[in-house]
């Protein structure tokens, strides 16, 4: 295992070495992980990032996990995209709450050239605002990655989801090496890659290896690393193999492993406790914190699914003694010095 200087980023870690982090014992683990994230980031500061759904559902894609596939039996009825007022509107509520991050997504395969005006205009009104801006729109071609980076788009958030080896159980309609072309244009055209998956698949621990390693060994770090735990959507297949076989849930701790290990193998990214939140305690949550996570989603939805609300999130923060965080380091041209609004109210709460 390797000694190297907390702050070292390496590409070339081994599947041995990453397996062996996830058995080192957990509270050595979890120690190992705390250091990497203390000589990092600000160990107690949490970005508040709100997500929004500019076109649900009626996704042709068939990931096993979502209900937002044509495939599966979730009840989500499919819109058309929003228009732009209304997402700023949304926007603007969200740095109202304290956000300094806004994510936008929608369930395509990729967007289409027509959609691109549009989806443009979002980015720039976004922008405007001081927050951060992230969109999760499909697969992208070089072209378009150059569009959304020329309208100052800061992340693209793609997900590799799951191991190269698991990846064919979980979806059949795009491979994995679609998946890395996609980061590799974001990544060519100078965007900060957001790339993560989803853990509690029912997946083997060398497959939480294999997803880890995947990431910590592309060109660059994907900048943010979004960690989620599966939602089980009824009518979903996974979440109706869950259902079936409850065993197959991840347990805490093993969240808790896999949150480190990414907060180890790499040490400059944003690492985001995402989706599952519901299911989990403030002290597995804390536990995250603790681990190297230092970002959530808040707000009372996901894309589709229930997310603890903005107020408990912050009553959370207050007992843990987390400050929402600025804006982040990545975001470049945005105005470091801007404070969210939840700060102020946290502040006034002292
Ligand atoms: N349609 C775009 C795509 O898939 O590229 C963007 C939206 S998609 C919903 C973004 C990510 O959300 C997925 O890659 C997956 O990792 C995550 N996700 C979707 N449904 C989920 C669920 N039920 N539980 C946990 N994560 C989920
Ligand atoms: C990511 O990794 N997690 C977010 C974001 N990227 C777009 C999405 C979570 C979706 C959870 C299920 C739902 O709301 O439908
Ligand atoms: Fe479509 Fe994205 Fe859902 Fe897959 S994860 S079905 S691509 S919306």
Redesign the pocket.
């Known amino acids: 295992m390797t000694d190297a200087p907390h702050n070292a980023i390496r590409n070339d870690w081994t599947r041995e070495e990453i397996a062996a982090l996830f058995d080192l014992p957990f509270t050595e683990l979890v120690f190992r992980a705390a250091e990497v994230h203390r000589a990092n980031h600000k160990a107690n500061e949490v970005q508040l990032s709100t997500l929004l759904s500019i076109k649900t559902g009626g ?1 042709q ?1 068939d ?1 096993g ?4 596939s044509v495939h599966a039996k979730s009840g989500v009825k499919a819109t058309k995209l929003m228009g732009v007022s209304e997402v700023l509107q949304r926007a603007a509520q969200a740095a109202d709450q304290g956000s300094t991050r806004f994510c936008m ?5 990729n967007p289409k050239d027509r959609d691109m005006p549009a989806i443009i205009e979002m980015v720039k009104g976004v922008r405007a605002m001081g927050m951060e801006t992230c969109m ?4 992208l071609t070089a072209e378009q990655a150059d569009m959304l980076k020329e309208a100052g788009l800061d992340y693209y ?3 590799i ?1 799951t191991s190269p080896e698991r990846y064919d159980d979980v979806i059949t309609t795009r491979t994995m090496e679609d998946r890395l072309d996609t980061l590799s244009n974001v990544r060519m055209a100078g965007m900060n890659v957001c790339s ?3 853990v509690g698949m029912g997946e083997t621990r060398a497959d939480r290896v294999g997803f880890v390693h995947t990431l910590a060994t592309l060109p660059d770090h994907p900048q943010s690393v ?1 960690v ?6 009824k009518g ?1 297949v ?2 109706d193999m869950l259902a079936d076989t409850p065993m197959a849930k991840i347990d805490d701790v093993e969240f808790v492993r896999t949150v480190a290990v990414a907060r180890i193998t790499m040490p400059g990214s944003m690492v985001r406790l ?3 939140r519901e299911s989990m305690s403030e002290m597995t949550q804390a536990m995250c914190f603790m681990a190297g996570a230092n970002s959530i989603f808040t707000g009372d939805k ?2 589709t ?1 229930p997310n603890a609300g903005d107020d408990s999130d912050l009553a959370m923060f207050e007992r843990l003694g987390i400050k929402p965080m600025a804006i982040t380091e990545t975001s470049a041209d945005v105005d470091a010095s801007r404070m969210p609004k939840g700060c102020a109210k946290l502040e006034a709460a002292e």
């Open positions: 996704c894609e990931c996990y979502c209900s937002q997504g929608a369930a395509w395969r999760t729109l499909g697969m958030n793609h997900n989801d993560g998956g989803i979004p989620n735990a599966l939602v089980p959507v979903t996974l979440g995402s989706a599952g996901l894309l699914a």
